[in-house]
């Protein structure tokens, strides 16, 4: 029997330093391998906001060896769903995609007091989407 074809998701913001990533890793953490989940960012950063790091890991989710990436034709041709927050038309479009735009707040240059809700925003909206595709 065939390997089962997994959905793939790309969650792509300007940084790929904050909520892309917390996206990632939180569907990647709920789905359980049932998903694909890649990120990346239009202009990304030199690494992770300190905050979102230290948000992820009050829930056991550890980012800190994640590299903010560039955002890659490829990976948006591999994907099912392509999540975008915030980078506008820096975004490519390709037709029979599905794509979503999550307004969120940009947790760039925010402690963790502010970040924190914008992670449970981020893992309410993972959770629906998870529950749509498996």
Same mark, same amino acid.
């Given at each position: 029997m065939p390997e089962p074809v997994l959905p793939t998701v790309l969650f792509v913001c300007v940084h790929n330093a904050g909520r892309s990533q917390m996206a990632a890793a939180l569907l990647d953490h709920h789905a359980a %391998?049932?998903?694909? @989940?890649?990120s990346a960012g239009s202009a990304p950063a030199d690494s992770l906001? /300190?905050? @979102?790091?230290?948000?992820?890991?009050?829930?056991?989710? =550890?980012?800190?060896?994640? @590299?903010?990436t560039l955002l890659a034709t490829e990976d948006v041709e591999a994907s099912d769903v392509v999540v975008t927050m915030g980078c506008g038309d820096a975004c490519p479009f390709y037709p029979g995609k599905r794509y979503e735009d999550w307004a969120l707040? =940009? /947790?760039? %240059?925010? %402690? /963790?007091d502010s970040v924190r809700p914008i992670r449970d925003d981020i893992d309410?909206?993972?959770r629906a989407l998870l529950a749509d595709l498996v």
């Open positions: %391998g049932r998903v694909r @989940v890649l906001n /300190p905050a @979102v790091v230290e948000v992820m890991a009050e829930l056991g989710i =550890d980012v800190s060896r994640e @590299v903010p707040e =940009d /947790p760039a %240059g925010q %402690g /963790p309410q909206r993972v």
